[in-house]
C-alpha cells in the first residue's frame, strides 16, 4: 500500500477534485509545466509500470490533438506558412500543444485517482446521500480496468489454441477478433447477474441497513486538509483577480515576473506535490527502517 492511500477517503477527494478541477482550467505556460511535471512523477511513484506502457498510446494522442489545432484555428498574428490559401501561426500551434498538454495532464491525474481512490472509499464517501448513484458510478469507474485485465486473459486463453488475433489472414484475424469480444461479452452478462445476486444476498436496498467502514479522520488528515484547501483558496483567488490568465491569441501574453505570481507558481506546486512529497518521505523512512535492522 502506497503512503498516500492511507489518508482519510476524505482528504484525498479534496485533493484530486482540487487537482483536477485547477488542471482543466489553467492554460498559463508556467501552470502547464508544473501541472504535467507533478502528474508524470506521482504516477512513477504510484504506478510506474502501467503509466510507461500506456504511454505509447498518449504520445501519438499528444501530436495529433497538437497537429489538429493549427489546421482547424487560423487565428494569430505570427504566421509561419500557408495550406491551401490558410495561414499556419505560431498561435495556434502553440496553444495545440499546450491544449494537449492540459489534456493529457487531466488523465495523468485521473490515473492517479483510480489508483488511490478505490470503490470503498468512494461509496464511504457518497453512499449515504446518494447510495445509488455512488454505486453506479463506483461500478462503472471499475468497468474500464476489468474489462482490459478480462480482454488479456481471454486472447491469452485463444491464443494457446490457436485463435491468435495477431496470426493467420485478414478473415482469421476478424474472427479471431470477434470470437474475443463475444466471449468478453458473455462473460460480463454473466457477471452482472452474479453481482445482482451477491448485492440481493447482502441485503442491498434494504431500509436501516448498516454499513461498515475502517477510515477514521485523524489529526494528520485534518492537517492535511486543510492545508489543502488553504492551497485550494490561494489559487482560485488568483484566478479570480487574474493573475493567472494567459492569451495565446491574436498574439501570447507577456510573463511577467512578480512577487504575486511566483507566489501563486509555488501555492500551485506546493499543492500538487503533496502526495509526491509523502511517497518521498515515507520511502526514505522504510530505507532508513532496513538498514539499520
Request: with cysteine; glycine share 6%; aromatic share 16%.
Amino acid at each position: 500500500m502506497k503512503a498516500f492511500e492511507t489518508y482519510h477517503p476524505i482528504v484525498l477527494f479534496a485533493y484530486f477534485a482540487s487537482v483536477i478541477g485547477l488542471s482543466m482550467f489553467y492554460m498559463h505556460p508556467v501552470y502547464l509545466l508544473i501541472t504535467c511535471i507533478g502528474a508524470i512523477t506521482l504516477n512513477l511513484l504510484l504506478n510506474r509500470k502501467s503509466f510507461i506502457s500506456g504511454l505509447k498510446f498518449f504520445l501519438p494522442m499528444f501530436f495529433i490533438a497538437a497537429i489538429i489545432n493549427p489546421l482547424i484555428s487560423h487565428d494569430g498574428e505570427i504566421i509561419l506558412f500557408y495550406i491551401d490559401y490558410n495561414p499556419i501561426t505560431l498561435e495556434a500551434i502553440v496553444y495545440g500543444f499546450a491544449m494537449s498538454i492540459m489534456i493529457c495532464s487531466v488523465i495523468f491525474w485521473f490515473g492517479c485517482y483510480n489508483v488511490v481512490m478505490t470503490s470503498d472509499k468512494f461509496l464511504y464517501l457518497f453512499g449515504k446521500v446518494s447510495p445509488a448513484l455512488a454505486l453506479v458510478i463506483s461500478l462503472t469507474l471499475r468497468l474500464v480496468p476489468r474489462f482490459k485485465h478480462q480482454i488479456t486473459v481471454i486472447s491469452h486463453a485463444q491464443k494457446t489454441i490457436g485463435m491468435d488475433i495477431s496470426a493467420g489472414n485478414p478473415w482469421q484475424r476478424v474472427k479471431s477478433g470477434i470470437r474475443i469480444i463475444s466471449i468478453l461479452i458473455t462473460w460480463a452478462l454473466e457477471n452482472a447477474i452474479e453481482t445482482a445476486d451477491s448485492m440481493k444476498a447482502r441485503g442491498y436496498g434494504l431500509k436501516n441497513r448498516s454499513t461498515f467502514s475502517l477510515f477514521v479522520f485523524e489529526k494528520r488528515d485534518g492537517f492535511l486538509l486543510g492545508i489543502i484547501l488553504t492551497l485550494l483558496f490561494i489559487n482560485i483567488l488568483g484566478s479570480y483577480f487574474g493573475v493567472t490568465t494567459y492569451y495565446f491569441y491574436p498574439t501570447f501574453t507577456e510573463l511577467t515576473v512578480t512577487p504575486i505570481s511566483i507566489g501563486l507558481y509555488i501555492s500551485y506546486a506546493s499543492l500538487l506535490v503533496i502526495p509526491i512529497v509523502i511517497e518521498i518521505r515515507e520511502a526514505i523512512k522504510w530505507r532508513s527502517l532496513k538498514y539499520n535492522m
